[in-house]
């Protein structure tokens, strides 16, 4: 079952990766009336570099984390908003829906690669 962890272990780590974003983007949203409150995202190039330097597991600091609390501060990027709110606040509501909807489009994106190579692997196992 090696060869089965291997495959789904990057869609696993990329589908993690993409909720922790839904997650921190709805925060973003839950949060616009807050005073003070600065927009947040993930910075996925910065993920995808700490990765590189160890194996997808959530053994080490460097891997992708399971919990958007958990993520390096690295990977944390606010947003600098368009327009200066009075109380400090830098959520744009225009701005974290569009953002809410490319998330939740990656996200299925990856469940459905994730769907292909469950097929695949269920062709492969039938002798397809």
């Known amino acids: 079952m090696q060869i089965m962890?291997?495959?789904?272990?990057?869609?696993?780590?990329?589908l993690r990766g993409r909720a922790q974003q839904v997650e921190?983007?709805?925060q973003n949203i839950v949060n616009a009336d807050t005073p003070r409150y600065k927009a947040r995202d993930i910075d996925f190039k910065t993920l995808l570099a700490e990765a590189r330097n160890g194996p997808l597991q959530t053994t080490d600091q460097r891997h992708f984390p399971t919990s958007v609390d958990q993520l390096t501060v690295d990977a944390l990027r606010y947003r600098v908003?368009?327009?200066?709110?009075?109380d400090g606040n830098t959520v744009e509501m225009s701005v974290e829906q569009a953002a809410y909807g490319r998330a939740a489009a990656d996200y299925s994106t990856v469940l459905n690669l994730?769907?292909?190579?469950?097929?695949?692997?269920?062709?492969?196992?039938?002798?397809e």
């Open 24 to 26: 921190l983007i709805a």
């Open 114 to 127: 994730i769907q292909t190579d469950v097929t695949e692997v269920k062709r492969a196992l039938k002798g």
């Open 5 to 14: 962890s291997g495959l789904f272990e990057v869609h696993e780590q990329a």
């Open 81 to 86: 908003p368009l327009n200066s709110s009075s």
